[in-house]
């Protein structure tokens, strides 16, 4: 809510400091995660939004809603990059037998070499990545953050 004029916006709690910090440098990291991307994936037919379907369907078929909810993307957002992956030949689209028109999009072989190259990869590169940090420590990050993104809900 924004402050009405002239009126002094209140101080932040401790956490609420630290709350901000934190959300700033996820805001840091995903730009820098972002820029990295391109060189863990390789392939130009590839993005993060469509790496992420591509895992996401790794073991079985989602409509574009579910993966939507699962990856935190809009139903949009999803069907065309799922749209996309289809053009390129990695994912089909399949008939779901749950509902009449939403179908299943599932891994193409070629899409599951591609996503096999794909956490090859990314393997590399988080095992050299994760170099130096405590085990502890990240899980801690990690906790905070899943707490961070339920109490976003």
């Given at each position: 809510?924004p402050?009405?004029k002239?009126?002094?916006?209140p101080a932040r709690?401790?956490?609420?400091e ?12 995903n730009?820098?995660?972002e820029?990295?991307a391109?060189a863990?994936?390789?392939d130009?037919?590839?993005?993060s939004?469509?790496w992420?379907?591509l895992?996401?369907?790794r ?7 579910q ?6 993307m809009?139903?949009q ?5 799922a ?15 749950n ?11 070629e ?6 190259k794909l956490t ?12 130096g ?5 990240l899980s ?14």
């Amino acid at each position: 809510m924004p402050t009405p004029k002239g009126k002094k916006a209140p101080a932040r709690t401790a956490a609420g400091e630290l709350l901000t910090d934190l959300v700033l440098q996820v805001f840091k990291a995903n730009t820098t995660l972002e820029t990295a991307a391109p060189a863990v994936i390789q392939d130009d037919r590839i993005n993060s939004p469509k790496w992420q379907i591509l895992g996401a369907i790794r073991h079985e078929g989602k409509t574009a809603a579910q993966l939507g909810r699962e990856l935190g993307m809009s139903r949009q957002i999803t069907l065309w990059n799922a749209r996309s992956l289809a053009g390129d030949g990695l994912i089909a689209f399949e008939a779901n037998p749950n509902h009449q028109r939403a179908q299943l999009a599932t891994l193409t072989d070629e899409g599951r070499e591609v996503l096999e190259k794909l956490t090859a990869n990314q393997v590399a590169w988080i095992n050299e990545l994760s170099g130096g940090f405590d085990q502890e420590q990240l899980s801690v990050a990690l906790r905070t953050l899943q707490a961070l993104c339920e109490r976003l809900r």
